[in-house]
């Protein structure tokens, strides 16, 4: 299936409100089977990117200090830490703009039926309502421009993307196709998609609402700043060409992954109880506003079996008593402290559950086989005794069941995101080795992104990490083959959509290589951590 070329959401709307009415009209009486499959997944994707993205806003509107109440005379010059915070805002609402524009190409044929266009439709009109209303709040500050549009590679933002977003949303044209959907607005939001006609409404008011008040002295304004050579013409913006693939490679290789069953099962060899997974799936719209090039960690516990050789050591025995159970065996004292997350653990399978992930679902057991099924995935071995891996299973089971936290804010246990259980397993505490991972606040709240730790490898080498494997994705030539530790310490700082770097042709193999690594060694038992420099993230 090919996705409409040309504008947003599908291309523009030619030939004026005729034929806008004629191809609603056409769509509503075809099939509603195309996307039958994908359709409800879509439809709750859709909510879940308008929530995320008021809430930034309301946040933001907290924050005068940050994003000013009131349009400035002058532009303020913030500290650093300040600037990198708005940078942190800006890539959440502009990876959840880019999710948006990609759920609308994805549905943007019109083949999809009344569902299909209803979702086209509201995904459209979601993108540009928040984009309008995050364009308003920065704009009142003359001197954020400059801060957005810088690059930040840890965030995975490239340059001028800020600049780029403007160049679409506040020119004239988009206001002008606008107007014309709208005439279509009540046949679009059919009886096969009731619950987009809320959504629908809002986000179409909220449009009409600016452009009689900032939406065109926001665009008069841009197009001055514009004016002069080539930027007097509307430039076609980086997200463009990035939404498009999101939408092509969703469509094209939705259930599927570049990481074969043939290299989970290589890799499935090398893994050990404690070991912290980082993947990435460039066709996971659900893995949006998470910052950088990684967008995914989870933790290898192992089965009932590995856990019970892997932690029979002395030492860990000798923890295990402390704990209270007197036999010494970890596993039951998993069962007796841990005992509903014990039984979902050991009643799942076939295959068996070995990874502790918090996902759409909350955090929950998944087979490796399923933790795995991704596009580029590297392991970290934390240079930690076994005593201090054992903590951090017993500490992670503990989180299991809990819901996933759409908020990401590290202050509360009631829900989790991917990488607050990573943390939280082998956090620091008084007279208890851990990771001392740092956190970085956004909008008031303390998190930490799956990214960071592939910095940490980067800047600190082995001190806090062992890379045992890194299995590197390559979406043109449609394989993930075996990469070395210095590509992975490049890898954190690659674009957020990484469908955009070049390839070299030369350097693309004949076919899928397995993985083969060898397992790094550990830290011996009783060893402290070798916890480095202190990483700093802007």
Not at 91 to 97: A, I, K, N, P
Not at 505 to 523: G, H, I, K, M, R
Request: include cysteine.
């Amino acid at each position: 299936m090919k996705t409409r070329r040309g504008g947003r959401g599908g291309g523009r709307w030619p030939g004026g409100r005729l034929v806008v009415c004629i191809l609603a009209l056409a769509v509503l009486s075809g099939p509603a089977t195309s996307f039958a499959g994908d359709a409800t997944a879509d439809e709750a994707a859709l909510h879940r990117l308008r929530s995320a993205l008021a809430v930034t806003l309301m946040r933001m509107g907290q924050r005068d200090e940050l994003f000013p109440a009131v349009r400035l005379d002058a532009a303020r010059v913030l500290a650093l830490e300040a600037r990198a915070e708005a940078r942190r805002v800006w890539v959440s609402v502009y990876d959840r703009l880019l999710a948006l524009d990609a759920l609308a190409r994805a549905h943007g044929e019109f083949s999809g039926g009344a569902r299909g266009f209803a979702l086209h439709h509201a995904a459209s009109l979601a993108h540009y309502r928040y984009a309008l209303d995050f364009i308003e709040r920065t704009e009142r500050d003359p001197g954020l421009d400059a801060v957005l549009n810088e690059a930040d590679p840890a965030l995975g933002l490239p340059a001028d993307s800020y600049r780029a977003l403007k160049d679409e949303i506040l020119h004239p044209a988009r206001a002008g196709a606008f107007a014309s959907r709208r005439l279509v607005d009540r046949v679009a939001i059919s009886v096969e998609a009731p619950g987009l006609e809320a959504a629908t409404r809002s986000d179409a008011d909220r449009i009409w609402e600016m452009g009689r008040r900032d939406g065109p002295l926001l665009t008069a304004r841009h197009l001055a700043q514009r004016a002069g050579g080539a930027g007097a013409e509307a430039a076609l913006p980086v997200q463009e060409g990035v939404a498009r693939r999101m939408a092509e490679i969703r469509v094209r290789r939705v259930g599927s992954a570049l990481i074969t069953e043939h290299q989970i099962a290589g890799l499935r060899a090398e893994l050990r109880p404690g070991d912290v997974l980082l993947t990435r799936r460039e066709w996971y719209v659900s893995n949006v506003g998470i910052p950088g090039f990684w967008s995914h960690t989870a933790l290898y516990v192992g089965d009932g079996a590995e856990r019970g050789a892997y932690f029979d050591t002395p030492a860990v025995r000798s923890w295990v008593v402390a704990q209270g159970e007197a036999s010494g065996d970890f596993e039951r004292l998993l069962a007796a402290t841990r005992p509903e997350a014990h039984r979902r653990a050991s009643d799942s399978g076939p295959p068996p559950a070995r990874v502790l992930e918090a996902i759409a679902e909350g955090v929950a057991f998944t087979p490796l086989e399923r933790a795995a099924h991704a596009d580029s995935i590297a392991v970290l071995r934390p240079r930690l005794d076994r005593v201090t891996k054992a903590r951090a299973v017993w500490r992670a089971f503990h989180y299991a069941g809990r819901p996933y936290d759409y908020h990401f804010d590290f202050r509360s246990d009631q829900a989790l995101v991917c990488s607050e259980l990573v943390y939280k397993a082998y956090r620091e505490l008084p007279g208890e080795a851990g990771l001392a991972l740092p956190l970085e606040r956004t909008l008031g709240r303390p998190m930490m992104t799956p990214n960071t730790l592939a910095q940490i490898f980067s800047e600190e080498g082995t001190q806090r990490f062992e890379l045992v494997v890194f299995l590197d994705g390559d979406e043109r030539a449609g394989v993930a083959r075996e990469s070395t530790p210095e590509a992975f310490k490049t890898s954190w700082s690659r674009p957020k959509w990484h469908i955009l770097l070049p390839v070299d042709e030369a350097t693309l193999p004949a076919a899928e290589v397995p993985p083969a690594a060898s397992a790094p060694s550990e830290a011996p038992e009783g060893a402290a951590p070798a916890l480095g420099s202190q990483h700093l993230m802007e």
